[in-house]
């Protein structure tokens, strides 16, 4: 059984730093794609980041130069490294992963190619 457990959530000020981590289990091999998403109050949920299992990655563009995803394939860990945190950063984080074996980072951004989704980590940033 496939498990995808967040945690590194917390509340901060703006300006500074948090750092998620998901922590995936049940999984034969390494998923292609793994994405942090989120979904702010009021708002759908859109995609952060995601990364495939070469290590190419994808920004959402509001985070491009702030947020650093990474992932470790021998632990099927997912990370994500978040600086100069913005208040518009408040959210609901969710970690995913993907079932099939695509070929392109580009696959790695829809949210409907993935199969499997973490319960989420709250963040909040305070101005």
């Known amino acids: 059984q496939v498990r995808l457990v967040e945690s590194g959530g917390g509340s901060v000020q703006a300006g500074g730093s948090l750092r998620l981590s998901c922590a995936a289990s049940?999984?034969?091999?390494?998923?292609?794609?793994m994405g942090w998403f989120r979904r702010a109050p009021g708002k759908e949920r859109e995609g952060v980041a995601a990364?495939?299992?070469?290590?190419?990655?994808s920004y959402l563009d509001s985070v491009k130069g702030r947020f650093t995803i990474s992932r470790d394939n021998a632990q099927n860990s997912l990370y994500l490294q978040m600086n100069s945190l913005k208040p518009e950063d408040t959210a609901m984080y969710y970690c995913?992963?993907?079932?099939?074996?695509?070929?392109?980072?580009?696959?790695?951004?829809?949210?409907?190619?993935?199969?499997?989704w973490g319960q989420g980590t709250q963040v909040t940033v305070s101005s």
């Open positions: 995913a992963a993907t079932r099939a074996g695509f070929g392109n980072i580009i696959d790695c951004g829809p949210q409907e190619n993935y199969n499997y």
């Open positions: 049940g999984f034969i091999y390494s998923p292609y794609c």
């Open positions: 990364i495939d299992i070469d290590g190419r990655t």
